[in-house]
Every structure is written in C-alpha cells, then in structure tokens.
C-alpha cells in the first residue's frame, strides 16, 4: 500500500488510525444472546448500537478462537476457527459485516508469543524427538534456567517424555519457536487469513516476547518481580517484526498495536517508528504501572507521578512515532475505582473526568467495554469468588504456600485482579447481561449501575468523542502540562498551528481556586455552570 504523505503543521504524517478511538470488546462478558451464559459474536451484533452511539470508529475484539480457555480464549487451539461458545464463523463474517455496514472498522486479537497446549502443533510436537513439529516450539533436555512464568511458578515444564518447555505465560500457554522460518510462515498464514476476510488490524498480544535469548541467561536479581522486561529483549524481536511487516502488513491498509508489556520507554521507538517499518503503536504500561511497588502489588499514587508518566511518554516519541491512550483493558481493574472516585457521589463525575483525559490526550484513545458506564471494582471475599488463573496461582504462593494473610492477600487483589474488568456487562437493572446462569457472576452493584442508569456517562464519552473527531487539535497537537507538581489539578495544553485546547482536571474533591487565563467559557466540562474554582472531580476543556 502506497502511504499517505499529508503532514500535520507539527510534522505528522496523517493516518486514520492516528484520528481513531477504539472500544475493546471482551467476548465473553459483552453480551449473551442465546441464554448459555456467556457472551458471544450475536450478542455483539445486537448491541452494536451502543458501541456506534458513543461514535468510537473501531472495534478491537479480544480472543474469539477456539480454545480451552485457561486463559479466557488467550490460549489458542485453533486459528482459523471461531470458538464454539461464541458462535460460527458465520456469526463473525455477520458481524464483520455489520461493523462495516455501521460505518466502523474492527481489529482482533493476534496472539501468537504462545499457542494453548492443546493445538496440534503442540500436540505433534511433543509426541516424538523427531516429529516434523518438534521445532515448533521450545525444548530442552535439561532445566536450562530459573525464568519465571509471569502467571507465577517456572517457565518451564517437564513433558512426560522427559523433556522441558517454554512457557512464558500458563503451562497451558508453551511459547512457539520463532526463530524456526516454518512458524513465522504459519503465522503470517494465519494473519492473511483474517485480513482476507476483511479485518482491519491486530492487537498484538504480548508480541514484543517473541524472540528468545537461547542461551538463556538466568534472570537478573532486580527483575526478579518483572521478568518482562528481560523477556522483550531477544536478540530477532526487531527482524521478526519488520519482516512481519513487509511479508503481510504492508499489503493492507491496517493498523496494528502491540502490546507492550515489559517494554522500557527508551526502547519503545524502536517499535514504532515508522522508518522501521515493524509496529503502528504500542501500549505502554507505565501509567498502570503507576500504582504497583517493586514487587508487582499494589501501592498508592499520586497525581504529579502520573502526569509525570505522561510527558516521559511524550518525550519518549518524536513525530515519528504515535502513541496510545489507555488506562484500563481486561487485565485491568476499573478506572473510576483506580483512579476516580467509586464513591456514589463522585462515581459519576469522577468517570466523566478521566474520560475527558483518555479522549484529549495526545495518542489513539482505548476504552474498555463499561468504561462508558463508569462501571467500579467489586469487594471479592472469598477465592472462589474469583476466574482469574493469575488471581488463584497468587493465592497458592502467597496465601497457601506463601507467608501473605488472607487479609492482605485480599486487601491487594481487590485493587489489582483482573476479575474487575471481566465481569459481565451490567445491561439492566435486573442485570440483562443473559437470560440463563452468567459465565462469572455480575458486580453485585448492577442494580444500581447498569446500562440504563449510567447514560449521563455514556453521552459525555460520546460528546468527548465527537469534539475528538471536530478539532485536529486534540488529535495531532503538542501535549504540555502545565502544572506538573500540583497535587491534585491536571491542566495542560494541546497545540496545532494556531489552536490551542485547554484541559483542566480537577481529580479531587476539593474545591480549587483556578485561573483559565481563557476569556471564553469552556467548549465540554461534566458540570453545568464551569465557572470560576474547580469543583469536585470537575473536567473543562477550553479552546483558547
Ligand atoms: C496479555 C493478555 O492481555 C492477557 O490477558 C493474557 O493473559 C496474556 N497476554 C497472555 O496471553
Ligand atoms: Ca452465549
């Protein structure tokens, strides 16, 4: 595909994806239309109106492969076919169809660092030495060394043929061996098949994992509690993707988005700048990181760490380079709870803030399914009370085999699971998510907070969005923060040529005295009357 060559005043290169906003879609939690509890490709036909009423341009689905589902559907058995839980490949060509006839575009998951251990590959590959598979994947006669796995326990597991694999992720989850050519083809295959069909790009899960150090050094001491970032530093990670480019994305006009999960800043561009020719974006996890201590569990954060975060990630790109906006997914807990207010009196105001920052920062905004909603955590009590594979491996090391109390094992787990972003959509009062015995039980507060009563939320989104799409400046401009130290207002600024935006977030309750220096009223604020000091979790976007 021949590029665009138009360029902003500041030196960017135009792109659709750039002016973009995305809303994640978590199959199995969205919503069931057929009453077997879990969510599947038909219920996200039905509830395609609320995904175009808020204006979003792409649909990003998570896993919808067949899979056995260790890990929610980021275990895949087989590629090329849709899982049976969520419908037929009918259902996703309909549903492929009805993305488009809706005017927006859609993008899946690629998740190819791991297969399940249950796809043939596998499968072949670890029946005999010499299968033709064998190559396939990563095997050692011996332990070669102490990795971790990110879920918790060694990275590799003994086959009862005697042999150890890789498995960066679940013992369910072996690592494909990509520096054998035939899985890269198999892989490219795989993404042609899609894009074939007509997907408009890929999530790219875990992607910067890819290429192993296979002299597989031990871990160093200080990464001890965040092996990632050793894991995204093999020698071919670079080569693989720029040739991932070249054999297959650049025959479509896509966008794609890595994840970026254990990648340092300072190393950031080299996936993303376009001279490269590997990645479109990538999500960077320091500001949800923002919260975690050395040892991955929670800890508090303060307003001046975040903003902080914000123009390191700035400066980390040039024009170059495009970044992303996203402070939640489904391996997140909910933003108005982390970083709002889930209080019932700020709940509200506090989602409309945070929604006014994901939308007019700099990079392509990602909302989670019930964002729009300002959907909260819930208080988990009980171990049973939670799906996550990661949330129980905790519970046995810390809890069963570890010094944590239960207490503090709790204490934590309700700030960081990945169990509040995946319980099913609250839909209605009565809950609406399903007819029949939901898959993971619903937040106990959808009587309260459910699609019906949270539309002051869903239409705010949907202003922020269409003022997105209205002004190049709140895509393209310079990003500046005006006040880096003050401890709980956000201001700053985005600039294109001659316009200028400012935003004012108050993330507190205190009442603030603020000078706009603007003469003009704001163009959006989540309050009436936006005058004179900030209110309690007040949000003012000025147009200077
Ligand atoms: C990142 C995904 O977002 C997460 O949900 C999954 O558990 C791991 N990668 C492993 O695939
Ligand atoms: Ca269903």
Redesign the pocket.
């Known amino acids: 595909m021949p590029l665009p060559t138009e360029t902003t005043p500041n030196g960017y290169v135009k792109r659709w994806w750039k002016e973009a906003v995305v809303y994640q879609v978590y199959p199995r939690s969205f919503y069931d239309s057929n009453g077997d509890g879990i969510g599947d490709l038909r219920g996200i036909i039905e509830k395609l109106d609320h995904i175009k009423g808020l204006g979003v341009d792409v649909i990003w689905l998570s896993p919808h492969f067949d899979s056995p589902n260790a890990?929610n559907g980021?275990d895949i058995r087989e590629y090329r076919k849709v899982g049976a839980e969520f419908g037929t490949m009918q259902d996703f060509d309909d549903l492929l169809t009805a993305i488009k006839a809706a005017g927006m575009r859609l993008i899946i998951d690629l998740?190819v660092n791991?297969t399940s251990d249950e796809h043939e590959w596998f499968v072949e590959s670890r029946s005999s030495y010499n299968n033709p598979k064998r190559d396939y994947y990563i095997w050692s006669e011996h332990k070669p060394n102490d990795w971790p796995s990110i879920f918790g326990g060694p990275a590799w597991t003994q086959s009862p043929g005697g042999d150890w694999y890789l498995h960066l992720?679940d013992p369910k989850?072996p690592d494909l061996n990509w520096d054998n050519p035939e899985v890269r083809v198999e892989v490219y295959d795989i993404m042609r098949f899609w894009l074939d069909k007509g997907v408009d790009g890929f999530r790219m899960?875990?992607i910067p994992f890819i290429s192993k150090d296979k002299t597989f050094p031990n871990l160093p001491e200080d990464l001890r509690a965040k092996p990632q970032y050793l894991y995204t530093t093999g020698p071919h990670v670079h080569d693989y993707l720029h040739e991932m480019n070249t054999e297959v994305l650049q025959q479509y006009d896509v966008m794609t988005v890595g994840?970026a999960?254990g990648v340092t800043l300072q190393d950031t561009p080299k996936f993303v700048d376009e001279r490269r020719q590997e990645l479109d974006m990538v999500f960077q996890f320091a500001a949800v990181e923002v919260d975690r201590g050395p040892d991955g569990r929670w800890k508090p954060w303060t307003l001046p760490q975040l903003k902080a975060v914000f123009t390191r990630q700035d400066k980390a790109l040039d024009h170059h380079g495009w970044p992303t906006m996203f402070l939640s997914?489904?391996?997140n807990p909910r933003i108005v709870s982390r970083y709002g207010d889930d209080r019932p009196e700020w709940r509200e105001k506090s989602a409309m803030l945070l929604a006014t920052l994901i939308l007019t920062m700099k990079g392509t905004p990602f909302i989670y399914q019930g964002d729009e909603l300002g959907l909260t955590n819930r208080t988990f009590t009980h171990i049973d009370q939670f799906n996550d594979l990661w949330t129980k491996n905790a519970w046995q090391d810390e809890v069963e085999n570890g010094p944590c109390s239960e207490a503090d094992f709790f204490a934590n787990q309700n700030k960081v699971s990945?169990d509040h972003a995946r319980m099913p959509m609250p839909w209605t009062a009565q809950g609406g998510f399903t007819t029949g015995q939901a898959w993971f039980a619903l937040n106990p507060n959808f009587t309260e907070i459910n699609a019906e009563s949270s539309q002051t939320i869903y239409r705010f989104y949907a202003d922020l969005i269409a003022l997105r799409h209205a002004e190049p400046a709140l895509v393209y401009g310079d990003y500046s923060d005006l006040a880096p130290a003050h401890p709980h207002l956000f201001t700053y600024t985005r600039t294109l040529g001659d316009t200028t935006f400012l935003i004012c977030l108050n993330f507190s309750v205190e009442i603030t005295a603020f000078e706009s220096g603007v003469e003009s009223e704001p163009v959006l604020s989540n309050y009436a009357s936006p005058f004179g000091p900030m209110r309690g979790w007040e949000a003012r976007i000025y147009k200077v």
């Open positions: 890990d980021y998740v791991h992720f989850q899960d875990v994840e999960f997914n489904h391996d990945r």
